[in-house]
T-cell receptor, first 115, second 116 residues
Framework: NAGVTQTPKFQVLKTGQSMTLQCAQD?????MSWYRQDPGMGLRLIHY???????DQGEVPNGYNVSRSTTEDFPLRLLSAAPSQTSVYFC??????????????FGPGTRLTVL | KQEVTQIPAALSVPEGENLVLNCSFT??????LQWFRQDPGKGLTSLLL?????REQTSGRLNASLDKSSGRSTLYIAASQPGDSATYLC???????????????FGRGTQLTVWP
């Protein structure tokens, strides 16, 4: 298994540009989520999904959109990039059958800089 | 809101020492708690998962304990090695959040350096 994969690894954007961060997992996990990590702060939840077609907001959702058309993929879209979105973005997934949430696995991250 | 504090923020020790990393959280209604390590510039690697009904979990030289009532978890690292150098993060999730049971709350971590 490849586990959780993320692309790209690095990205530089100009203010106002849009882009999509890709996340995929091959473990057939229902639960997937996006976090951002900023210096001096803990990871913060952006959006999450409990299955295909179901998404919801986390702690810091503004400026981001998500969709979940398949179990495997959970892309994160930046609509109009701002310097405040400069961060490292992590995707995570876990088994969540029958209301039981197990160990979460994280991807390697995408380092995004917005100029 | 769940607040997570990890003490110490940084730790530098010689190889071979037994270590204790502390994690405290403000809401004791946790669903489970996971310990991760993060190497510089890398993602998070899961070390141990403790369910709310468990008191401890062991994996090799690592042992994590959980005391829900006092809002604390401790990660013990036995016979530390330079390869253990990394940032260690604890992350509890809450039990009464319905579909958000999977949400993890993170502290700032403990940055560990083990020198030869």
């Amino acid at each position: 298994n490849a586990g959780v994969t993320q692309t790209p690894k690095f990205q530089v954007l100009k203010t106002g540009q849009s882009m999509t961060l890709q996340c995929a997992q091959d473990m057939n996990h229902e639960y997937m989520s996006w976090y951002r990590q900023d210096p001096g702060m803990g990871l913060r939840l952006i959006h999450y999904s409990v299955g295909a077609g179901i998404t919801d907001q986390g702690e810091v959702p503004n400026g981001y959109n998500v969709s979940r058309s398949t179990t495997e993929d959970f892309p994160l879209r930046l609509l109009s990039a701002a310097p405040s979105q400069t961060s490292v973005y992590f995707c995570a997934s876990s088994y969540s059958g029958g209301g039981i949430y197990n160990e979460q696995f994280f991807g390697p991250g995408t380092r995004l800089t917005v100029l | 809101k769940q607040e997570v504090t990890q003490i110490p923020a940084a730790l530098s020790v010689p190889e071979g020492e037994n270590l204790v990393l502390n994690c405290s959280f403000t809401d004791s209604a946790i669903y489970n708690l996971q310990w991760f390590r993060q190497d510089p510039g890398k993602g998070l690697t899961s070390l141990l998962l403790i369910q709310s009904s468990q008191r401890e979990q062991t994996s090799g030289r690592l042992n994590a304990s959980l005391d829900k009532s006092s809002g604390r978890s401790t990660l013990y690292i036995a016979a530390s090695q330079p390869g253990d150098s990394a940032t260690y993060l604890c992350a509890p999730s809450l039990t009464y959040r319905g579909s958000t049971l999977g949400r993890l709350y993170f502290g700032r971590g403990t940055q560990l350096t083990v020198w030869p």
